[in-house]
C-alpha cells in the first residue's frame, strides 16, 4: 500500500532524510522511532504531501502520493492537531464527509464521538476544545473516511489514558481490517504492543526495519531486553 524508494529531504547541505527506502503492506502496523531531530516528521510529510520531497519516489496504493487518486486513499493526523475555530465538533464531522463525499456518515461519526468522549461536545467551537480534545477530533475526523492508509504522527500526546487503550483498540480493528498503519512516535511502549514491525531513523537513516523479536536477534540483545534498551543500542552515538 505504501512504497517509499530513495526518499531525500534536504534543507540547505544537510539531507534531513538520507535516501531511505521501504514498503508498507495491508493490514500491517508499522511504529517510525527515532530520537529528535532524527527525520521522523520530515519522513510522514513528504509522504503526505506537506513538505516537498528533494529526490525519491513514493507511492500509495500504486498511485503518486501528491495525486488525487492517493489522497482519497489515506488520512493523516499531525503532531499538532488543528481545528477550525468556528466550526463546531459535530460540524467538523460534516465537512470531512461533504468534502469526501460521503453520504451516510452519521451513524459512524457519532460511534467515533462516543468512542472518544466528545459526543456530550458535539455542540462545541473548535476554539474552545482544549489540545487533547482537539487532537481526538483530528483522529475523528481521520477515520471517518475509511481510509486504506493511515499516517499518525505522535498519536498519542495529549490524549489520557482511556483515550490513549481507545486508540490502540482501533488501530487493532483497522489492522485485521486490512488497513495499513504507519505511527511515528518517540514514545516507544506506546507501539510496542500495537506494531508488528518497527522502523528505527537516526540522523535521517533507517539503522532498523523489522520485527521486535528479529531485530533483538540482530543485535544480540539479552534475553528479557526491552524494546526501549533495543531502541537505545541501535541509536547510540558510535
Not at 28 to 51: D, F, Q, R, W
Not at 72 to 101: C, K, N, W
Not at 140 to 154: I, M, R, S
Request: aromatic share 6%.
Amino acid at each position: 500500500m505504501l512504497s517509499v524508494t530513495n526518499l531525500v529531504k534536504t534543507y540547505g547541505k544537510q539531507n534531513a532524510v538520507n535516501d531511505i527506502s521501504f514498503e508498507l503492506q495491508g493490514g500491517e502496523v508499522v511504529g517510525l522511532l527515532g530520537p529528535n531531530g532524527a527525520g521522523k516528521s520530515t519522513t510522514m510529510k513528504c509522504i503526505v504531501g506537506l513538505l516537498r520531497k528533494t529526490s525519491g519516489e513514493i507511492l500509495i496504493g500504486g498511485e503518486d502520493h501528491l495525486s488525487v487518486e492517493a489522497k482519497r486513499l489515506f488520512s493523516y493526523i499531525p503532531e499538532t492537531p488543528y481545528v477550525y475555530d468556528l466550526l463546531t465538533v459535530q460540524e467538523h464531522m460534516q465537512f470531512i464527509a461533504q468534502a469526501y463525499g460521503i453520504k451516510e456518515w452519521k451513524d459512524k461519526a457519532r460511534e467515533l464521538l462516543e468512542n472518544y468522549e466528545l459526543d456530550d461536545k458535539a455542540d462545541k467551537l473548535g476554539r474552545d476544545l482544549s489540545k487533547g480534545m482537539r487532537q481526538k477530533v483530528s483522529i475523528c475526523c481521520a477515520l471517518l473516511t475509511d481510509p486504506k492508509v493511515l499516517f499518525f504522527d505522535e498519536p498519542m500526546i495529549g490524549l489520557d489514558p482511556k483515550a490513549i487503550k481507545n486508540t490502540k483498540r482501533i488501530f487493532r480493528e483497522l489492522k485485521e481490517a486490512g488497513k495499513t498503519i504507519l505511527v511515528s512516535t518517540h514514545l516507544i511502549d506506546s507501539v510496542e504492543s500495537i506494531a508488528d514491525r518497527i522502523m528505527i531513523l537516526k540522523d535521517g537513516n533507517i539503522v532498523g526495519n523489522d520485527t521486535i523479536a528479529n531485530l533483538k536477534i540482530q543485535v544480540a540483545q539479552e534475553e528479557g531486553g526491552t524494546l526501549e534498551d533495543l531502541f537505545l543500542e541501535l541509536t547510540k552515538d558510535e
